[in-house]
Nanobody
Framework: QVQLVESGGGLVQPGGSLRLSCAASGIVFSIYTMAWYRQGPGKQRELVAT???????NYADSVKGRFTISRDDAKRTVYLQMNSLKPEDTAVYYC?????????WGQGTQVTVSS
């Protein structure tokens, strides 16, 4: 059974930081391209960042320079370090894993940026 379990969300003030984690089981984690998506209130789900099996990363323009995606294949975990958070970063953040046409989603973790 494949599971992607996110953690680390919460309430943070503008300018603050959070680190999200996504622990995977049931897949050969090291071969998967991992990604973080988010869906804000009333918005469509959007891609935030990706990291390939070779640790090449890409980011949405809106988070470049503020967010960092990383992976630890030994721990089967992908991370999203979020710094300089803004109210517009408020969303449910989802972990996603893909290998060719095989893909999986986590259940999501809420991030709220508010004073």
């Amino acid at each position: 059974q494949v599971q992607l379990v996110e953690s680390g969300g919460g309430l943070v003030q503008p300018g603050g930081s959070l680190r999200l984690s996504c622990a995977a089981s049931g897949i050969v984690f090291s071969i998967y391209t991992m990604a973080w998506y988010r869906q804000g209130p009333g918005k469509q789900r959007e891609l935030v960042a990706t990291i390939t099996s070779g640790s090449t990363s890409n980011y949405a323009d809106s988070v470049k320079g503020r967010f960092t995606i990383s992976r630890d294949d030994a721990k089967r975990t992908v991370y999203l370090q979020m710094n300089s958070l803004k109210p517009e970063d408020t969303a449910v953040y989802y972990c996603h894993g893909r290998w060719y046409n095989e893909y999986y989603w986590g259940q999501g973790t809420q991030v709220t940026v508010s004073s």
